[in-house]
């Protein structure tokens, strides 16, 4: 399996968010021409207060977020709006580790309600964005999150699954 998730908040049990998560990881790898048999990556479902220590731990911001990622390659582009580099070639029996993931129940369900959307869409929907982040793609710079958020979208649409960035979801 591409994805390992451990599931540190039992209320995960609304969703299967091991399905999810491969689901959605290997979505995004195989968009991107890389063979998920050849990546790991770790995903924490946890709950609120979780995240919010790692967010404080990590980026010194001591409130919850929806989703964290800690990629094991700096693959980001120095240009604005250039293809992160490609990661190192994994194989099946030695499967190389992009990173780690952490998700947040209670801001994913917030979130899902306030738009509207099914909560396993949201989900899936932050799956590939941090899988994105562990790819080395971001969102700070404007043209970096036009290319990124290109990709979360077509990669949603390959999986039946709206544009979360139209605001009626068509």
């Known amino acids: 399996m591409l ?9 995960w049990a609304v969703c299967d968010i091991e399905s999810l998560a491969e689901t959605a990881a290997a979505a995004a790898l195989v968009h991107l021409k890389l063979d998920p048999v050849g990546y790991e990556i770790a995903v924490l479902a946890c709950d609120d207060a979780r995240i919010a220590v790692l967010n404080a731990d990590f980026r010194g911001k001591p409130v919850p977020t929806n989703v964290l990622s800690w990629p094991s390659f700096d693959l980001g582009s120095d240009v604005a709006g250039d293809t992160p580099a490609a990661p190192p070639a994994g194989a099946n029996d030695d499967p190389e ?74």
């Open 3 to 11: 994805t390992d998730t451990i599931i540190d908040a039992k209320a």
């Open 97 to 170: 580790a992009l990173g780690d993931i952490a998700i947040a129940l209670e801001t994913c369900a917030k979130e899902a309600e306030e738009a509207g959307k099914p909560l396993t869409d949201h989900v899936t929907h932050l799956i590939v964005h941090g899988v994105l982040h562990l790819l080395g793609y971001d969102h700070i710079r404007d043209p970096d999150a036009t290319l990124m958020e290109g990709l979360e979208a077509t990669i949603l649409g390959k999986l039946g699954l709206p544009d979360p960035y139209t605001t009626d979801g068509a």
